[in-house]
């Protein structure tokens, strides 16, 4: 429920309209957030300092964390006390099996077939987290989840806390926002001092007062393939520091994925790799890809040969190097074939190009990181 002296944002999200109050998870809401931990006997003013948010926000109805303080908050609770769960739970979860989770369904071919093997798993891991999966008259799918906390801390944080994790991770993971069909909410509608509506990230209908905690996703969503399939991406994902305020990121395109794996095997010195070899390591079906590649308005073969012509070009102005050498470094056998294959690509002949160009001082500049980025191993 917005308060008197707020509006709604383009994202639907808060926007303070006076001085007085700043926008974002209050500081009684992080209070709540904590309580788990506190009960552990961490020191919450500790965790902050950690996360690099001012303690003085434990508590203060009148300060604030935003969406990617709230990220590097969560994520430092859970190392101090290596629980998932943030010490909601009596037996919690260490971050080692939560690694172990991730593992197991990162290698899946649909979002549905990742969120039944993460349910799976979590059944697992912990008696006391129940998570299951119902049909909702053939609309969509109704993932139900049942937190059994410790006394002393708000449950209603927990699922709250949980929700974003699962709405933003799973948006990550299909490279897109999920389009949730609601929220099903058991406690009553929490009210902020600030205003903050803390579910208006959702960006779907929120029932509360409902028999269960729930979210509902639509069916077109189960079908679509995970655009991330690594720990290291996951890793990378929380380094970045998304806001979990916003809207969820839509990850690499199919261009950017085609190009990363390309890039991989330019460095090894493989550099005409077949779309064949690149669709294994996406793992996705030739024909899929090339569709892919088509929707975003670009070929496999246009991409692998701008890579290739893109490095050639590093060459010819950040280096000294003979322009038939740097032809065999990009891998052509003959320099004829190489002469031809870059006239093709920038117009004109490898000589003429560095000619051009080797007093340009700003595409030197660009030559020179891309050659430290991607030169070959």
């Known amino acids: 429920m917005l308060g008197a002296n707020w509006s709604c944002g383009a994202l639907g999200r808060p926007q303070a309209c006076g001085p007085q109050q ?11 957030l904590l309580q788990g931990a506190v009960l ?36 430092q609770i859970q190392i101090a006390l290596d629980d998932v769960y ?21 290698h899946c071919t649909s979002f549905g077939e990742a969120l039944r093997v993460s349910i799976r798993f979590t059944q697992a891991m912990s008696v006391d987290v129940g998570l299951g999966i119902t049909e909702e008259h053939g609309a ?16 209603a944080m927990l699922v709250w806390i949980r929700f974003v994790w699962i709405y933003q991770f799973f948006s990550w993971l299909i490279g897109r ?17 600030n205003g903050f509506d803390p579910f208006a990230l959702f960006r779907c209908p929120v029932e509360f007062d409902a028999s269960v905690d729930a979210l509902s996703y639509d069916f077109n969503d189960l079908t679509v393939r995970p655009v991330h399939s690594s720990i290291k991406e996951y890793e990378d994902y929380y380094a970045s520091q998304p806001d979990w305020f916003g809207v969820p990121s839509g990850g690499r395109s199919w261009r950017e994925r085609t190009q990363q794996v390309l890039i991989d095997f330019q460095k090894a010195g493989m550099w005409s790799a077949p779309i064949e070899a690149v669709a ?34 590093a060459y010819l102005l950040a280096s000294d190097m003979p322009i038939t050498e740097i032809g065999f470094t990009v891998g052509f056998s003959e320099p004829g074939s190489f002469s031809r294959h870059f006239c093709a690509w920038a117009g004109m002949a490898p000589s003429a190009y560095r000619n051009e160009y080797m007093s340009d001082a700003d595409r030197i500049a660009e030559a020179t990181a891309l050659l430290n980025e991607r030169r070959v191993s």
């Open 177 to 193: 926002p999920l389009a949730l069909r609601g929220l099903s909410i058991q406690g009553p509608r929490p009210v902020h001092e």
């Open 40 to 75: 552990r006997g961490a020191e919450p003013a500790e965790i902050l300092r950690d996360a690099a948010i001012d303690p003085l926000v434990f508590g203060d109805a009148s300060r604030a964390i935003d969406g990617r303080e709230l990220v590097r908050l969560m994520r």
């Open 140 to 155: 969509g799918l109704q993932h139900i989840c049942r937190y059994h906390t410790i006394d002393g801390v708000d449950r």
């Open 22 to 32: 700043a926008p974002g998870l209050g500081g009684k809401a992080v209070a709540r």
């Open 280 to 313: 294994a390591r996406l793992r996705t079906r030739v024909r899929r890809l090339r569709n892919d590649l088509s929707q975003e308005g670009e070929s496999f073969q246009d991409i692998r040969t701008r890579l290739r012509g893109e490095l050639a070009a």
């Open 86 to 106: 943030l010490g909601f739970l009596p037996q919690g979860c260490r971050l080692a099996l939560e690694t172990e989770r991730l593992l197991s369904f990162l």
